[in-house]
């Protein structure tokens, strides 16, 4: 894969991936480690489990040929794969060009949204160089 935007809805279990164009799309799906983490009661902690560092690398790689990239998700996933990209991957974390929460849409839906987000995105940059 390698077009110019991409987008990634994650959350623990798993990452879609689109890397996309106008008229074309082309998906990807990473899946993480399923760990079960059982919490007694009155026990310090939460009950949860950091998503495993090797389920972040694998999105990172499948990024790789994207130059723009809107992370999308329902939870907390979206957010600790930012602070992965910051701490681990600044180069990737700089191609980051939103985070956006959204629940569990289809695939279709989440190709829809990226390409509307590029859009408006888009035509809110300024131009770099003016025409001839």
Same mark, same amino acid.
């Given at each position: 894969? +390698?077009?110019?935007?991409?987008?990634?809805?994650?959350?623990?279990?798993?990452?879609?991936?689109?890397?996309? +164009?106008?008229?074309?799309?082309?998906?990807?799906t990473v899946h993480g480690h399923k760990h079960h983490l059982h919490h007694k009661a009155g026990k310090p902690g939460a009950g949860k489990q950091a998503i495993d560092p090797g389920f972040f690398d694998a999105i990172a790689a499948a990024l790789d040929g994207s130059s723009e990239i809107l992370v999308l998700g329902p939870g907390n996933a979206k957010l600790e794969f930012i602070r992965y990209a910051h701490r681990a991957k600044p180069q990737l974390e700089a191609r980051i060009a939103g985070v956006e929460t959204v629940d569990h849409p289809t695939d279709g839906q989440i190709v829809a949204y990226a390409r509307k987000y590029f859009i408006a995105e888009d035509r809110m940059r300024p131009l770099l160089a003016h025409p001839a």
């Amino acid at each position: 894969m +390698s077009h110019y935007h991409a987008v990634v809805w994650l959350d623990h279990a798993e990452a879609r991936i689109f890397q996309f +164009s106008r008229e074309e799309a082309e998906k990807l799906t990473v899946h993480g480690h399923k760990h079960h983490l059982h919490h007694k009661a009155g026990k310090p902690g939460a009950g949860k489990q950091a998503i495993d560092p090797g389920f972040f690398d694998a999105i990172a790689a499948a990024l790789d040929g994207s130059s723009e990239i809107l992370v999308l998700g329902p939870g907390n996933a979206k957010l600790e794969f930012i602070r992965y990209a910051h701490r681990a991957k600044p180069q990737l974390e700089a191609r980051i060009a939103g985070v956006e929460t959204v629940d569990h849409p289809t695939d279709g839906q989440i190709v829809a949204y990226a390409r509307k987000y590029f859009i408006a995105e888009d035509r809110m940059r300024p131009l770099l160089a003016h025409p001839a």
